[in-house]
């Protein structure tokens, strides 16, 4: 894919688009001074979340089903752009002029919303595919913070301002994927497709690579990949989903505990970004930094009531789950970053389980025993999200995925070894894909590391060292890094 990375101008129209995202409930920060605001508001809610759930899982079907995968031009993003305009529309329409016929808007504008939303996230989704995990961490954090600070300014502007500021900020969201759309189509993903069918070893100008999987068992090895890169952030995306959704909360009656969690949780992750180390930074995050997190948070919670231990610590539970949606999303960007899954594969399902979670989450909190003692409950939900952490492979398991001596595995690496990796490729006709991974290979990493490395499922990194060894005529590991290393 020829991509570029984002401008300037496409960081800000990103900020104002998340700022009115309708599946993040934080943006919805309307006042009940409103008319028709207590009939609108739960029907466009639970109708926006509803369709995209919908629509976010006929994106992935369309993905596993078609060989052009999914692919959004001019013309239908202008729809979708224009879909998303009307339903804000509606609302406010509702909000200022018909509260008579509140339930009616609300529903009609929720499912264009909601619709909308989906497909016009997928835009950017492929917009910021340029990242990898570091680069995506940052930009996404700041980008993250500065729309939690519009919607936290927007709660001290009255009402009618806030519609007009609200409608300016719509636009201004889909100008720049519509801008990126009038030269070619906003997303594609024709060359992942490709990229998979080489590391099974397949023709991709052959009319058998072009067919769409048609089994089940097709599918479920395609999602067993996916999840063998992304289940951590999955398994976080969904708690922050259910979080997000249950229960607004406001610090000193003034702004919402989850607005300034996910600006501290750009601080927090910040670091991270510069981190520069050869092992990869996921497991690294997911197997020590979190659950250090997350003890800290259970000590903190454990103090009596008053103290000021746990102070710190019950709103410091909002920041966790700041950090972990931050993560979450950063992560699916890396993984589309890698071209292994189409972008609409990725985020459309992200985007339907978000929604299913929060809608499920919507009714959950009408529960007595939920809404009223939720509180409560966000310890122990940090606590079972822990024990997922602690659970999993671990600091032992991120250290294993290294061979351990290089003099003892490989005589390879040397002086030159990327210039000689470069011209036995280009001499053999490795793709670009394969030329990295037989680098990393000759540095002498395993293909677990190379997989994390490169968000790539064990299985795809596998395939590619396989179509190595066939290109280049070897049958093993170390006839390879004999020959890198007598390749002149």
Not at 46 to 54: P, S, V
Not at 205 to 230: G, K, M, W, Y
Not at 365 to 385: A, N, Q, R
Request: with cysteine; net charge neutral; glycine share 6%.
């Amino acid at each position: 894919m020829n991509r570029r990375a984002p401008s300037l101008w496409d960081c800000m129209s990103f900020v104002a688009f998340f700022a009115t995202l309708p599946l993040y409930s934080p943006n919805m920060v309307f006042s009940s001074a409103l008319p028709g605001f207590e009939t609108t508001m739960p029907f466009f809610a639970n109708t926006a979340l509803a369709c995209a759930m919908i629509a976010g899982a006929g994106v992935v079907i369309a993905v596993l089903r078609r060989s052009s995968l999914v692919q959004l031009r001019m013309t239908a993003l202008s729809l979708v752009s224009l879909s998303y305009l009307i339903g804000y529309l509606l609302l406010f329409y509702s909000f200022l002029y018909s509260p008579a016929h509140a339930s009616m808007l609300g529903f009609i504008g929720g499912a264009l919303c909601g619709l909308g939303s989906v497909f016009l996230t997928i835009a950017w989704a492929y917009l910021f595919s340029f990242y990898g995990l570091r680069d995506a961490l940052l930009r996404l954090g700041i980008l993250f913070a500065l729309s939690a600070t519009i919607n936290t300014a927007l709660m001290f502007v009255v009402p009618r301002t806030l519609l007009a500021i609200f409608l300016v900020l719509i636009v201004l969201g889909f100008v720049s994927p519509l801008a990126r759309g009038s030269h070619k189509r906003v997303y594609a993903d024709t060359e992942v497709s490709r990229d998979s069918m080489q590391a099974r070893g397949s023709d991709p100008s052959s009319n058998e690579t072009r067919d769409p999987p048609a089994t089940q068992e097709a599918f479920v090895s395609v999602f067993r990949r996916l999840f063998s890169v992304i289940v951590g952030p999955f398994i976080g995306f969904l708690l922050f989903a259910l979080t997000m959704a249950v229960r607004k909360v406001q610090v000193f009656d003034l702004v919402y505990a989850e607005s300034l969690g996910a600006v501290s949780a750009a601080f927090i992750v910040a670091p991270l970004c510069f981190w520069r180390s050869e092992k990869p930074l996921l497991p690294f995050i997911y197997q020590v930094f979190l659950p250090c997190i997350v003890g800290l948070l259970i000590l903190l919670n454990s103090f009596p009531a008053d103290s000021p231990a746990q102070a710190i610590g019950a709103p410091g539970i909002y920041v966790f789950f700041g950090i972990i949606g931050l993560l979450a999303l950063a992560s699916f960007t890396a993984a589309a970053n890698a071209q292994e899954f189409p972008v609409a594969l990725i985020f459309g399902l992200g985007l339907s389980s978000f929604a299913a979670i929060s809608l499920i989450g919507l009714h959950f909190s009408k529960l007595p025993l939920v809404g009223d003692y939720f509180e409560e409950i966000l310890p122990v939900l940090s606590t079972l999200y822990f024990i997922y952490l602690v659970l999993s492979p671990g600091v032992k398991a991120w250290h294993s995925m290294f061979i351990p001596a290089k003099d003892e595995t490989s005589s390879a690496p040397g002086e030159n070894l990327e210039g000689r990796c470069e011209q036995l490729s280009l001499s053999c006709g490795l793709s670009p894909r394969e030329s990295e991974i037989m680098l990393f290979i000759g540095r002498g990493y395993s293909p677990a590391f190379i997989a994390k490395k490169l968000f790539l499922s064990d299985s795809t990194v596998r395939s590619h060292v396989k179509n190595i060894y066939r290109k280049l005529n070897v049958n093993s590991r170390e006839d390879l890094l004999q020959l890198i290393d007598s390749h002149q």
